[in-house]
């Protein structure tokens, strides 16, 4: 399958600094990735369409000056948390989709990354 | 978003038993997909589906696509200690995630 890996895959930063983290395709091309958070013990949670080229598309209920998408690349999207406060801390995980065009819809995941805001 | 209704929420099965589970949907899908997390990780994609009734298998994993496109159900024969972790199913083409099973082995 389809290789998408995440950097960092955890970080500890302190209240009210910014965190990037990032998300490549690295064997495939991908016009469209995702941004997901995840809650201890709960679901995956769409925060975000990150397109290439062109701004994010944000869920309801996410701020959007918060969490800065940025996909400045075919293999590269990037999700920077501004400002950080505790409550911030989960579990973020991107995917992308290797065929999106055929139709196939088959999602590939990166490892995710543990944010801890202290 | 959204989320799907998954059920049971989680199994606590001895090795060698089969276990079901379902996903039910108030809204049509034309994608249904199913993955397997575990602690720390990415979802891994298990089994995809793309027509209603459509029955896939991917070795002990059985997934089937309802007729009404509304819900799937997946099955795994012979559980082994291996296979522990939550189940999601997917619809929307991944963009909108089951609640999750916790599958967890008795040996």
């Known amino acids: 399958g389809a290789v998408v890996s995440q950097h960092p895959s955890w970080v500890i930063c302190k209240s009210g600094t910014s965190v990037k983290i990032e998300c490549r395709s690295l064997d495939f091309q991908a016009t469209t990735m995702f941004w997901y958070r995840q809650f201890p013990k709960q679901s995956l949670m769409l925060m975000a369409t990150s397109n290439e080229g062109s701004k994010a598309t944000y869920e309801q209920g996410v701020e959007k000056d918060k969490f800065l998408i940025n996909h400045a690349s075919l293999t590269l999207s990037t999700l920077t948390v501004t400002s950080a406060h505790p409550e911030d801390s989960s579990f973020y995980i991107c995917s992308a989709s290797r065929d999106r065009v055929s139709g196939t819809g088959e999602l590939f995941f990166g490892e995710g990354s543990r944010l801890t805001v202290l | ?107």
């Open chain 2, 1 to 107: 978003g959204q989320q799907l209704n998954q059920s049971p929420q989680s199994m606590f099965i001895q090795e060698g038993e089969d276990v079901s589970m379902n996903c039910t949907s108030s809204s049509i899908f034309n994608t249904w997909l199913w993955y397997k997390q575990e602690p720390g990780e990415g979802p891994v994609l298990l089994i995809a589906l793309y027509k209603a009734g459509e029955l896939t298998s991917n070795g002990r994993l059985t997934a089937q696509f309802g007729i009404t496109r509304k819900d799937s159900f997946l099955n795994i024969s012979a559980s082994i200690p291996s296979d522990v972790g939550i189940y999601f199913c997917a619809g929307q083409e991944g963009l909108t995630f089951g609640t999750g099973t916790r599958l967890t082995i008795i040996p």
